[in-house]
């Protein structure tokens, strides 16, 4: 059986920084993409950042590239989301998504995905 877990999330402070983390069992997290991604009440899911099978490739939203950065620890079968300056509009419950061997040349979207953690909350408020 897969299972995702995150944590690392909590409050903060704008400007602050976290990382998050995504722990897998009953699967070889270095043989699935990985993607994060966050929701908000009334908004739609959104992309944040994924990392690829075979490749290691990175994608991450637009309004996140060059402060998050995600990363893969293969010996913990971890993928980790560092947060930086992070301000109000990050704030929302943040998923880990995983499936196997896919080589994403793209960014991903919520579709690729099939197994799915149980999210951690992210609050960025002064």
């Known amino acids: 059986q897969v299972q995702l877990v995150e944590s690392g999330g909590g409050l903060v402070q704008p400007g602050g920084s976290l990382r998050l983390s995504c722990t897998g069992s009953?699967?070889?997290?270095?043989?699935?993409?990985v993607g994060w991604f966050r929701q908000v009440p009334g908004k739609e899911r959104e992309m944040v950042s994924c990392?690829?099978?075979?490749?290691?490739?990175?994608f991450y939203a637009d309004s996140t590239e060059g402060r998050f950065t995600i990363s893969k620890d293969r010996g913990m079968n971890t993928v980790y989301l560092r947060m930086n300056s992070l301000n109000a509009d990050d704030t929302g419950n943040y998923f880990c998504?995983?499936?196997?061997?896919?080589?994403?040349?793209?960014?991903?979207?919520?579709?690729?995905?099939?197994?799915w953690g149980q999210g951690t909350q992210v609050t960025v408020s002064s």
């Open positions: 998504a995983a499936e196997p061997v896919l080589v994403l040349l793209r960014p991903c979207v919520s579709g690729d995905f099939r197994s």
């Open positions: 009953g699967l070889k997290l270095d043989d699935y993409a």
């Open positions: 990392i690829s099978a075979g490749t290691d490739s990175t």
